[in-house]
């Protein structure tokens, strides 16, 4: 899945309400500001190794959502 898929998938599902628990300790109270800056970060240098951990949190968060459907 490239950076464009992920986005439109993101934009074509039913996105649940903030605060989400991604992982423990890690919660995102403003989903619109965390796709925004996450997507941001990856369109600007997508194979860069320092956004593997956006891949990582925006891979988990669409596998949270997808399992809650």
Avoid: Y
């Avoid at 464009?4 to 500001?33: C, H, Y």
């Amino acid at each position: 899945m490239n950076v464009q898929e992920l986005e439109d998938w993101f934009k074509n599902n039913e996105l649940p309400k903030a605060p989400i628990m991604l992982f423990p300790g890690t919660v995102i109270s403003d989903l619109d500001k965390f796709l925004e800056v996450h997507f941001a970060a990856l369109k600007a240098n997508p194979d860069s190794k320092a956004n593997v951990p956006v891949w990582h949190r925006l891979k988990a968060l669409k596998l949270l959502i997808e399992s809650n459907l």
